[in-house]
């Protein structure tokens, strides 16, 4: 499976980006989009099943929105009132049906200025 992510971003506080990520290669089930800030862990912030069934971190709910186009392999997350400590590297998701394997895309700085 590869995954190609859109590029980096940046906003100022209360902003609004959207990222993509399309899947090549093989089927896949579960996308999502983890990130991870300088010093801290990789977190889950939203996934979406072929189905458009979704789950969000806490503190992105209301604000993220993440949406599927099966028919291009392709999912966005659609991010609203940015805050500073959104700042990380996003990382692109998928889980290829084949064997549930994990494979993960090259990661976009997300950047949310004061």
Same mark, same amino acid.
């Given at each position: ?11 100022r506080l209360?902003g609004s ?12 089930s579960?996308m999502?989009w983890y990130?991870?800030? /300088?010093? =801290?862990?990789r977190?889950?912030?939203a &996934? ?5 069934s979704? !789950?969000y971190? &806490?503190?992105? =709910?209301? #604000? ?5 186009? !099966?028919t =291009? !392999?392709?999912?966005?997350l659609?991010? !609203?009132?940015l =805050? /500073?400590? &959104?700042t990380?590297?996003?990382?692109c998701?998928?889980? #290829? ?11 976009t700085?997300?950047t949310?200025s004061?």
């Amino acid at each position: 499976v590869q995954l190609q992510a859109s590029g980096e971003a940046w906003c100022r506080l209360g902003g609004s980006l959207r990222l993509s990520c399309a899947a090549s290669g093989s089927t896949v089930s579960i996308m999502g989009w983890y990130r991870q800030a /300088p010093g =801290k862990q990789r977190e889950l912030v939203a &996934d979406i099943t072929r189905g458009s069934s979704t !789950n969000y971190a &806490d503190s992105v =709910k209301g #604000r993220f929105t993440i949406s599927r186009d !099966n028919t =291009k !392999n392709t999912i966005y997350l659609q991010m !609203n009132s940015l =805050k /500073p400590e &959104d700042t990380a590297v996003y990382y692109c998701n998928a889980l #290829r049906v084949l064997d549930r394997g994990a494979y993960w895309g090259q990661g976009t700085q997300v950047t949310v200025s004061s």
